[in-house]
Nanobody, 122 residues
Framework: VQLQASGGGLVQAGGSLTLSCASS????????MAWFRQAPGKGREFVAG????????EYADSVKGRFTILRDNVKNTLYLQMSSLKPEDTAVYYC????????????????WGQGTQVTVSS
């Protein structure tokens, strides 16, 4: 199984970015997916999750209304649309997947991508 996250970069506060996570080696449409992030010196934090069919989404309070998680089960790709970015959104963003229900606990996920850096300048 491979999850390849991309799309990170440097953006000014108030700006937007879209992250992608391309998957291979698994039946993507069967798996629930999530984005986590980890800032320097902090633990890995749940950002957003989406069910296998895309009909259920869940967000951390800190990103609700600013971030949107999407998936394309034809392209086997997960997305995170981020807008109104804040300096506190600066972190390495990871995609992760699991067969069981969406969870905010990192240890419950089966596979992880390598991470993509998002830096928001003030």
């Amino acid at each position: 199984v491979q999850l390849q996250a991309s799309g990170g970069g440097l953006v000014q506060a108030g700006g937007s970015l879209t992250l992608s996570c391309a998957s291979s080696g698994l039946t993507f449409s069967r798996y629930n997916m999530a984005w986590f992030r980890q800032a320097p010196g902090k633990g890995r934090e749940f950002v957003a999750g989406i069910s296998s069919s895309g009909d259920i989404t869940e967000y951390a309070d800190s990103v609700k209304g600013r971030f949107t998680i999407l998936r394309d089960n034809v392209k086997n790709t997960l997305y995170l649309q981020m807008s109104s970015l804040k300096p506190e959104d600066t972190a390495v963003y990871y995609c992760a997947t699991k067969l069981t229900r969406i969870s905010r606990t990192p240890a419950s996920y089966d596979f992880w991508g390598q991470g993509t850096q998002v830096t928001v300048s003030s």
